[in-house]
């Protein structure tokens, strides 16, 4: 399967300071199609890995190359765009859903999408919504699902997806998931994951990472007929 995204030698010390790191010298590769569940314990740093992994955190483009070529051969702006990072706590711009939907097309100056962003609104399970309504009046999962449709509209090789259904009921998480799965089947982008919900990992993932200790380690089951090339998810000597 065709390397999206290789990962070398990434090392990201401690945000408290000090000489200890959260990750050390981390190896791993993301190919297309890939959708990757990472779990670990709190605190451990699967959502600084992502920041990271989006170029949102530090300068580490020697570490990070898509499609073979560097943060800085692409530009950090033109990377975010390829590589997107969807938070856990929704960050909604001032104004109606409809604002915030068509912020990414404003944004990088091209056409909106209106028929695409309908039907991923209605996927998600927001088909009622009205677009003139004020975001900031929605609930938190509303709000959630507002902001990963309106990531997905970016149309990214790779979503870095951190508890993006943490807020979200039973039937809404598994309409986020279906979503996501048909988005990369169609799109052919990766999906990486981070959740704390065993079940979810177990439902949405093909290859399944593990932090801790400033370690990253990967478990070989495979879904979806394919096998890893390597055990290459596999990072060497973390510590915390
Ligand atoms: N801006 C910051 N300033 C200081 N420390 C930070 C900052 N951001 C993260 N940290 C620390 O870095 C460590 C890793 O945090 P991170 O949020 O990446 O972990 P996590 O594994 O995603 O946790 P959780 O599962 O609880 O979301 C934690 O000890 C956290 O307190």
Redesign the pocket.
């Known amino acids: 399967m065709q390397s999206l995204l290789v990962v070398k030698n990434l090392t990201k010390k401690?945000?408290?300071g000090g000489a200890s790191h959260?990750f050390k010298e981390l190896n791993m590769e993301v190919r297309l199609k890939d959708s990757i569940a990472i779990q670990?314990?709190?605190?451990?740093?699967?959502?600084?890995?992502l920041?990271v992994l989006a170029s949102l955190e530090g300068d580490h483009s020697d570490c990070l190359a898509l499609h073979g070529r560097s943060v800085s051969a692409w530009g950090p702006c033109e990377w975010r765009k390829k590589v997107c990072y969807v938070p856990?706590q929704p960050a909604l711009v001032p104004g109606t859903i409809e604002d915030n939907l068509t912020l990414v097309s404003k944004l990088h100056h091209r056409k909106f999408d209106q028929k695409l962003a309908a039907k991923l609104i209605d996927e998600v399970g927001l088909g009622e919504l009205d677009w003139s309504q004020d975001a900031a009046a929605l609930s938190g999962g509303q709000k959630q699902r507002i902001q990963l449709v309106r990531s997905m509209l970016l149309e990214s090789d790779i979503l870095l997806l951190?508890?993006v259904s943490s807020a979200l009921d039973a039937q809404s998480k598994l309409a986020v998931e279906a979503t996501l799965k048909k988005w990369r089947e169609d799109k052919g982008v990766a999906l990486i994951w981070?959740t704390?919900e065993q079940d979810q990992a177990k439902r949405v993932a093909n290859r399944f990472w593990y932090?801790e200790n400033g370690v990253l380690t990967s478990d070989t089951i495979e879904k979806d007929g394919h096998l890893p090339p390597q055990d290459e998810a596999v990072s060497t000597g973390g510590e915390m």
């Not at 670990?40 to 890995?49: A, D, I, Q, V, W």
């Open positions: 401690h945000p408290s959260l670990g314990p709190s605190g451990h740093g699967k959502s600084t890995l920041r856990q951190d508890e981070v704390h932090l």
